[in-house]
């Protein structure tokens, strides 16, 4: 069933506590820790608690759910005093998606080139 837990999803166990991750603020409904492959000095993934293969399935399915993935994104660049920051969501392998469950880059703490790669 659509944001039922997979088995074999790396972010499920995170939510679950199964793989160990740098946890830098937790909701109700979002888990956010340090990327571990950072690029860029501040780099957290904002991730929904419940399983869907992407930013635009979890919109679909759970609207609020995806707004408080997108305010909590807000939320961590504030505590990081971030000047500015980039909200990302790969989507598809295509675009260098490697996980997938929906989750936010927050990327900021240098300077962003416009247009991104
Ligand atoms: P994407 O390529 O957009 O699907 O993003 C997946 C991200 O997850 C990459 O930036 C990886 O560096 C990151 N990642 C993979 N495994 C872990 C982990 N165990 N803890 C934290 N971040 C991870
Ligand atoms: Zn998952």
Redesign the pocket.
């Known amino acids: 069933m659509a944001g039922e837990p997979q088995d074999d999803c790396?972010f499920c166990k995170?939510v679950r506590g199964q793989?160990p991750?740098t946890i830098v603020r937790e909701t109700e409904t979002t888990v956010a820790?340090?990327?571990?492959?950072p690029q860029a000095p501040t780099h957290v993934?904002v991730i929904p608690r419940v399983h869907h293969p992407d930013a635009a399935s979890l919109a679909a399915a759970e609207p609020a759910i995806a707004a408080d993935v997108l305010r909590e994104a807000g939320e961590i660049a504030a505590e990081e005093k971030l000047e500015g920051y980039r909200v990302v969501f790969?989507t598809g392998s295509g675009a260098?998606?490697?996980?997938f469950h929906a989750?936010a880059?927050l990327l900021g703490g240098r300077g962003l080139h416009w247009p991104p790669g």
């Open positions: 790396l995170i793989i991750a820790f340090r990327d571990i492959n993934l790969n260098g998606q490697t996980v989750h880059h």
